[in-house]
């Protein structure tokens, strides 16, 4: 209760401060707009559904993007993780990879697919692929051995250890990479809708900048903020709560 | 019940046991274990269950020398015998367990299960772990059930199954539990379940009741034995503690320290149930334990010598 008491006061004097600002004309409203200017602009974005649009073409890439990444991304790293050659070859290609910020796979998407959904998942999938592997490979290795002993000692083998066995037991260790995954994956997609303007939130964030209203550029921003909470705040948190839960782990 | 006087075990003495295969006590069905059957000769003996045959093990070790750690171990294991292997630690006696459940690969020698070579992991044997290994993101229920899933028993059958073996080990109640919500006994009697509910011949346990206070160890080797009668399972069992041996096994087989090879068989023909207090169990626990003290101090003053070189 006193969290959420002080949150209020807190953003309560945020906005005061914005709304102050704005008032004092320092600037003009076009360059920075009251609080109640991009209210109107996210009523009006709702009102004509253009925002609706932007979150579900944004939403239905970042899963398929996101789940791309995830099915590959477990492939590798769990191919890295359980072969010595590979791990010392591909495993240290891909750390290094990791340093490449996403943006920088833009240029080879447009040539090779064109301004194309293809282009915008290819950058997402490799936004989010690296991180996805790498927390794989090393929740793999963390994971106690005694779990994949006593489920080939039940007579699991091949897909069926994997999926009933090394899954769910690597699973603690592989959730916080899943998360960056998604923390990444939803940084590239953004960066890659603003530059291939076809649809989404990015481009509606473009779209602000173009028609020079400043309101729609932050009702969007806020937006992005609030879909990206929503979705490591609930589903990821909920995620790790259910497994702390299940495992009985103290919650961290 | 028993008609056999109190001081039933009669001293056959240590069976001079290396390199050879020798059965020298079969107790048939474990229910009759009680009465008195006599000593059969090799050449009537039926196919043992568990033989192995010469097993040796060596692996190398981070400083690259070879390191022998199990040397021509030969052994047979009669259908539903309750056999005991005790030895100082790293004589290699949970290894041994690991080689018979196929879990790893021995360096020569055979394992042989009903005449057969084991190649692999099978759940004709089932291995109880030290560390238990129940799977924590599984219920209780999920768990016993497990093994029966990856057979593609039907789900009535691994229904019923899965209450039957609950009801064995008294933990129907916690079915829908999961495993870190139990006490270490119960645990370990979770894993005993799952691992009768895909209804292995051959039982292989390593020091299951190590981590357990005297109390709760004491209760469940009463259930073991039962269950152990009730089921008529072969059971190997790994422990240091060699009154826990005694207690429980139709033979008990003592190891050397590294390399570990069969030093002495001693076979157990108290009557059961027996207890862990009884003066019958300790003092065939203390003959035991007079060899096997040979070898702790052996191990004792590797562990020393290692100290030194530091």
């Known amino acids: 209760m006193k969290k959420i008491a002080k949150q209020i006061v807190f953003y309560s004097a945020l906005l005061g401060i914005w709304a102050l600002l704005a008032k004092l004309h320092i600037w003009p409203p076009y360059l920075f707009p009251p609080p109640w200017g991009v209210a109107l602009a996210l009523r009006d974005g709702f009102g004509d559904h253009s925002f609706w649009i932007g979150i579900a073409v944004t939403m239905k890439r970042m899963l398929i993007g996101y789940s791309l990444s995830v099915v590959l991304g477990m492939m590798i790293g769990l191919g890295v993780a359980s072969n010595k050659f590979l791990e010392e070859t591909l495993g240290g290609l891909l750390v290094s990879l990791q340093s490449l910020p996403s943006i920088c796979w833009i240029p080879l998407a447009v040539l090779w697919f064109g301004l194309t959904e293809k282009a915008i998942l290819f950058v997402v999938l490799m936004g989010s692929l690296l991180s996805v ?44 990479g899943m998360k960056q995954g998604w923390a990444f994956a939803w940084r590239s997609l953004i960066q890659a809708e603003m530059i291939f303007l076809s649809l989404g939130l990015g481009q509606l964030l473009m779209m602000g900048r173009d028609l020079n209203d400043m309101s729609q550029v932050i009702a969007v921003m806020i937006l992005i903020i609030i879909l990206g909470y929503l979705v490591d705040g609930l589903v990821f948190r909920t995620l790790e709560h259910r497994l702390q839960e299940k495992w009985g782990l103290a919650p961290a | 019940m028993s008609t056999r006087p ?60 070879r390191l022998l750690a199990l040397d021509n171990i030969s052994l047979s294991v009669q259908p539903g015998e309750f056999l005991c292997v005790v030895g ?218 290692d100290e030194k070189n530091r």
């Open chain 2, 6 to 65: 109190q001081n039933a075990y009669s001293p056959v003495g240590p069976v001079a046991a290396r390199g050879g295969v020798r059965a020298n006590v079969y107790h048939g069905k474990p229910a009759s274990s009680v009465t008195m059957i006599p000593v059969r000769p090799v050449s009537e003996v039926v196919v043992p269950k568990v033989s192995l045959d010469g097993i040796s093990l060596s692996y190398k070790t981070t400083s690259g020398e």
């Open chain 1, 133 to 176: 592997t790498i927390a794989m490979e090393d929740g793999r290795k963390q994971m106690p051995k005694i779990y994949g002993m006593a489920g080939r000692n039940l007579g699991a083998r091949g897909f069926r250890l994997f999926w009933s066995v090394l899954l769910p037991a690597s699973l603690p260790f592989i959730l916080n």
């Open chain 2, 88 to 305: 100082p630690s790293g004589c290699g006696k949970s290894t041994l367990l690991h080689l018979i459940a196929g879990l790893h690969p021995q360096t020569s020698g055979k394992v042989l299960v009903d005449g057969r070579a084991v190649d692999g992991p099978g759940t004709d044997r089932l291995m109880i772990f030290q560390e238990l290994g129940l799977f924590p993101w599984l219920t209780v229920g999920q768990n016993v059930e497990f093994g029966m899933k990856m057979k593609n028993i039907s789900k009535a059958e691994r229904e019923e199954k899965t209450q039957h073996y609950l009801r064995l080990v008294h933990l129907s109640k916690f079915r829908d539990s999961y495993t870190h919500q139990l006490s270490g006994g119960m645990r370990q009697r979770v894993a005993l379940a799952r691992a009768l509910a895909t209804e292995p011949d051959v039982l292989l346990m390593d020091e299951p009741f190590a981590a357990l206070d005297a109390q709760t160890r004491d209760l469940l080797h009463d259930e073991l034995e039962r269950i152990w009668g009730e089921t008529g399972r072969t059971i190997i069992f790994v422990t240091h503690n060699v009154r826990e041996a005694v207690r429980l096994g139709d033979r008990v087989v003592l190891m050397t320290f590294r390399p570990g090879r069969v030093k002495q068989e001693f076979p157990i023909v108290l009557p059961r149930p027996r207890h862990i207090e009884e003066t019958d169990v300790a003092r065939t626990a203390k003959e035991i334990l007079s060899c096997l003290r040979e070898e702790i101090n052996k191990s004792l003053e590797a562990e020393y010598a």
